[in-house]
């Protein structure tokens, strides 16, 4: 069989055989300066060849590699001579593949594990003789295969790591890429460079003129539209695809009424005044006001906000002419997610909005720029690109807005109340700290009244409710614990400057059992 052409390299391909850890794996990459692509294990040979990666790493997995249905890759990809390490899993597959015997055992090692390394190998090179390690595990390869030694050992196993010197094939049972196995970056480091040659040529400087020439490529001279929400991920679209596309770049905001204090001028001035690109603005505050009059439930709130959305959408893209492209801030994880092994279809929680129906319904084509990146890397982008940090370091809003902040109806007098005490709790937390240290901090509006005095007098207000999360990807979070003293602080000037509450309280649930968002 032919081997890898001798064609420009480009990063490491991370197969996925289903970890809780392979976007970690694919950042711990990243963070030197390597590229990574995390893909299927249905990956085809020739795919792999036309990619030219530098080496492959293959993920753990929650199979054994004795079920009937587990995830195994196209063997051959072993003889195109490229480095490999696989891990957990991985390695556990690579063993089986190559003839050696995996021991299904009874007995799991999980956590903490001392290994002792064998390091006159490449992939062990500079590290103690022995550390601890984070194992995750139940079969183990006992029988090792032709062509392989054992390179590191733990109580539990004589083959904690092996190794085939001709084929530049690893393997370790442990996980390198989590921070409990102390050596792990460098593990990984010795081979990124040592095994693999990578160059560490991934940057986002690098990213932005790559991106700039590919969607030039893409989009040739046609007309591309691009809807902005004021986030950080379409505002970075919005500014990478003006710089490849300048007047070509049409970009639609969409004033749904339910923004935040100040949201409608900050996104004019940044892309009439700063930018200069074509913005069209589709006033339709009254539009949604009006359909979504009289309504409580939070899935027809939901469903009526995404539907009048693509209506508003669709009406005002009718007025770029020539426009064959549809730019959305889609990013990794999302290309992950949608392409993961045992990705099956979730259970709906909430119907979230986005506007996956548009390019459908437009007939127009997609353009991704960021679907290479993490949010972190999007932010570096931003910043490369001469955004500022207050733009770059915003925390994420849904796209149905304060309406999902809002329990029970939504008026406009109800929306203004909340947005003044939003307003409030960003401040008080952007002053102190809080908000760089969380996922999201907001206020929510909810369908309570209760008795309260000011001054003599009796009042029978509404209550704002703080939250406060955690979280590394929205998915799961944690309540946090802000100081006394800051939501004190919050709640003073709540109380005093917005009319019509007269009482703060602070949501401590986790996600889950609870949501982020209330509706
Ligand atoms: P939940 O409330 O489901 O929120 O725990 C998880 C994360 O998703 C955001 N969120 C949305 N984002 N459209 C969005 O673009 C939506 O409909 C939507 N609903 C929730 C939420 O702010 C949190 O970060």
Redesign the pocket.
Known sequence: MSKIANRDKEGILVIDFGSQYVQLIARRIRENKVHSTVVPPTISIDRIREINPYGIILSGGPSSVYDRSAPSFDPRVLELGLPILGICYGMQLLGRLAGGNILKSGKREYGRTEVKFDRRNPLFRGISPASVTWMSHRDKVDGLPDGFRAIGKSDNTKCAAFMNYKKNIYGVQFHPEVVHTVNGKKILKNFLFGICGCKRTWTMKSFIQKKIDDITDQVGSQDVILGLSGGVDSTVSAVLLHRALGKKLHCIFVNNGLLRKGEVDRVKKLFTRNIKLDLRVAESEDLFLKALKGVTDPEKK?KIIGRTFIKVFDDKARSIKNASFLAQGTLYPDVIESQTFFGGPSKT??????VGGLPKKMGLKLVEPLRDLFKDEVREVGRELGLADEMVDRQ?????GLA?RIVGEITRERLNMLREADWIIVDVAKRSGIYRKT??TFGVLLPVKSVGVMGDDRTYENTIAIRSVT?VD??T?DWAKVPYHVLGEMSNKIINQVEGVNRVVFDVSS?PPS???WE
Do not use: D, L, Y
């Open positions: 939901r929680i909430k119907s979230h909005h986005n994420p809003f849904p796209g149905p999902v996922w999201q979280s929205g998915m979070a996600k949501t982020i968002e």
